[in-house]
Structure formats: C-alpha cells, structure tokens
T-cell receptor
Framework: KQEVTQIPAALSVPEGENLVLNCSFT??????LQWFRQDPGKGLTSLLL?????REQTSGRLNASLDKSSGRSTLYIAASQPGDSATYLC??????????????FGTGTRLTIIP | ETGVTQTPRHLVMGMTNKKSLKCEQH?????MYWYKQSAKKPLELMFV???????ENNSVPSRFSPECPNSSHLFLHLHTLQPEDSALYLC?????????????????FGPGTRLTVL
C-alpha cells in the first residue's frame, strides 16, 4: 500500500528566504508526482507535475525534483513571499486494483512566510 | 464557468437530514472523483466515475450515495451522517480514469464543500 509522508508538518520562515519542502513515498511504481497548494478551507491548486521519467520541473520561483528510485521529491521555493503561505500537498499517481487512476496524498506542510 | 465547480461551499446538517453535494466540470473530461479531507488526515479517494459509470467504491459507508447523471455532473447524496463525517469534500475530474490514452491525465479539483454534521 502506497504511503506518502511530508516533512516538516509546519514551517515558518522570514520573507525572502529560500526553502525546501520534502515528500517521500513507499512504492516507487508511480506514473507521476504532483505538488499542490491549498489555501485554508479551499480546494487544491496544481503547482507542478513531474512525470516518472523526469527529474525535475520548474515554474517561476518553484522547482520540484523527483528521485523515483529512492522514493523522494522536494519542492524548492525561491525568494519566499507572504502570498506563498498555504498548505503544500504532495501526491503520487498510481493505479488502484481496478485499474483506475489514484492519487495518494501526504498530509501536507503548512507554510507560513513571516513579513 | 470554467474548471470544476462545487455547491454548496458550506453545509451544516443534522444527523437525520438528507442533503446533496453537487459537482460540475466544464473541461470535457470523462472521469470524475469524490475525495474526503478530514482534519489532520490525507485526502482519501471515495468514488471514481468513468463515463457515468461507477468504477470504484473505496469502502465508503452506504450513508454516502454518489450519482453521475452525465459526464459533466456528479452528486454525493448524504443521509443519516455521523459527526465524524464532518470534513471537506472535494470533487475532481480528469480526461480518463486510467492511462490508456497516455499523457499525465492530470486531475483538476473543485473548491470543495465544507460539511459540518451536528
């Protein structure tokens, strides 16, 4: 059974700092890995999707890496801003026993950027 | 309207009430999903629908009853819920339910319905 762990559970950093969020998963048989952002009480916004054959993806100040063999991914945020404050979720995509797409999520890292 | 929409955004109900959550996707997708997000727990997949057919029930209690009248709409009918069912219920859609067509088959999420059961 796939399990996804995110460390740390919460993180507070001063504005302007670079930071790294970590995600690990137990089963390396994944199709891709996705990072989401969730604001309090809101739905999920997709940030980056890394295919299993890729090592990293970049979008603006965000860079996500994937080491499938070791079951790890990191989300790097450069020059953090107060607007980056949110919960960041990592999810890996595999298949259920019935052949359907399944996203297995971690519990998230709650990020607070201090102005 | 674009993307995935959900109504209502907030719902408070008693244990004996019957209510329904609605999801609509405007992306032309064939697969739709219900997820449950409880406090301090990861999102849990509840149901998967593909072309209006339920293709997966992830051991969800029968007090949750999904309905998919067409590929754009998905409902979750609620009856005799328990306080522990209070959670954020998220709907998502994707092009297909599996990877037969290739590509990332990314899931797009709605804003969720915050459900409180008293």
């Amino acid at each position: 059974k796939q399990e996804v762990t995110q460390i740390p559970a919460a993180l507070s950093v001063p504005e302007g700092e670079n930071l790294v969020l970590n995600c690990s998963f137990t089963d390396s048989a994944i199709y891709n890995l996705q990072w989401f952002r969730q604001d309090p009480g809101k739905g999920l916004t997709s940030l980056l999707l890394i295919q299993s054959s890729q090592r990293e993806q970049t979008s603006g100040r965000l860079n996500a890496s994937l080491d499938k063999s070791s079951g790890r991914s990191t989300l790097y945020i450069a020059a953090s801003q107060p607007g980056d404050s949110a919960t960041y979720l990592c999810a890996v995509r595999g298949l259920t026993n019935f052949g359907n797409e399944k996203l297995t999520f971690g519990t998230g890292t709650r990020l607070t950027i201090i102005p | 309207e674009t993307g995935v929409t959900q109504t209502p955004r907030h719902l408070v109900m008693g244990m004996t009430n019957k209510k329904s959550l609605k999801c609509e996707q405007h992306l032309g997708h064939n697969a739709m999903y219900w997820y449950k997000q409880s406090a301090k727990k990861p999102l849990e997949l509840m149901f998967v629908y593909s072309l209006e057919e339920r293709v997966e029930n992830n051991s969800v209690p029968s007090r949750f009853s999904p309905e998919c009248p067409n590929s754009s709409h998905l409902f979750l009918h609620l009856h005799t819920l328990q306080p522990e069912d209070s959670a954020l219920y998220l709907c998502a859609s994707s092009q297909d339910r599996g990877r037969a067509a290739g590509g990332p088959n990314e899931q797009f999420f709605g804003p969720g319905t915050r459900l409180t059961v008293l």
